[in-house]
Antibody, heavy 121, light 113 residues
Framework: EMQLVESGGAVVQPGGSLRLSCAGS????????MHWVRQVPGKGLEWVSL????????DYADSVKGRFTISRDNRKNTLYLQMNSLKTEETALYFC??????????????WGQGTLVTVSS | DIVMTQSPDSLAVSLGERATINCKSS????????????LAWYQKHPGQPPKLLLY???TRESGVPDRFSGSGSGTDFTLTINSLQAEDVAVYYCQQYYDTPLTFGGGTKVEIK
């Protein structure tokens, strides 16, 4: 059974840093472009970042560019999101999602359960 | 950025009746080289991750009941749930995957009347 398991969510102060992880089981993440998407409690979905299968291509939402870094370790079958200079408005549930190859790596066809990041003093 | 606008924000439908959700994009999502609309629909239950229902605007994901259907092209799209079931109570999102940043509609909450 395919699983994506996010971890690393925590309570952090504004301006702080956090690294999220997304571990795959029953799926080889190296085969896929992977994404991070977040959802502020009670609000909608916001795309955050993507990484191509080898990490050679990455992209970010303007709101996080320069502060967040996506990376992956395919030997560990794990995707990461390093988040720096966190803001209170970035309190959210952070999901990782795999993308379908046939849709140029942009169709999110399977999501993890998410990990909660709370930015608060 | 491509802006996705969903309507209505919420709707209440009787069991067995039809629910219709609209989604409008600020740019054309029809890619001319393959004649495909880069539009997906997701279902999200509370405490659960989004579940892919439809892609290419009208192709059902494997395992999705055929009461869910999608239509539209270009900038205007519709998700229809025929014969609403209790388990369909959820929030539905449209999303464009034509270009980054990937963008989602604001969501439509479907409830039972």
């Amino acid at each position: 059974e395919m699983q994506l398991v996010e971890s690393g969510g925590a309570v952090v102060q504004p301006g702080g840093s956090l690294r999220l992880s997304c571990a795959g089981s029953g799926v080889t993440l190296e085969d896929y472009t992977m994404h991070w998407v977040r959802q502020v409690p009670g609000k909608g979905l916001e795309w955050v970042s993507l990484s191509s299968w080898d990490g050679g291509v990455t992209d970010y939402a303007d709101s996080v560019k320069g502060r967040f870094t996506i990376s992956r370790d395919n030997r560990k079958n794990t995707l990461y999101l390093q988040m720096n200079s966190l803001k209170t408005e970035e309190t959210a549930l952070y999901f990782c999602a795999k993308a379908r190859v046939s849709a140029a790596g942009m169709l999110l066809d399977f999501w993890g359960q998410g990990t909660l990041v709370t930015v608060s003093s | 950025d491509i802006v996705m606008t969903q309507s209505p924000d919420s709707l209440a439908v009787s069991l067995g009746e039809r629910a219709t959700i609209n989604c409008k994009s600020s740019q054309n999502l029809l890619y001319s080289s393959n004649n495909k609309n880069y539009l997906a629909w997701y279902q999200k239950h509370p405490g659960q991750p989004p579940k892919l229902l439809l892609y290419w605007a009208s192709t059902r994901e494997s395992g999705v009941p055929d009461r869910f259907s999608g239509s539209g092209s270009g900038t205007d799209f519709t998700l229809t749930i025929n014969s609403l079931q209790a388990e369909d109570v959820a929030v539905y999102y449209c999303q464009q995957y034509y270009d980054t940043p990937l963008t989602f509609g604001g969501g439509t909450k479907v409830e039972i009347k």
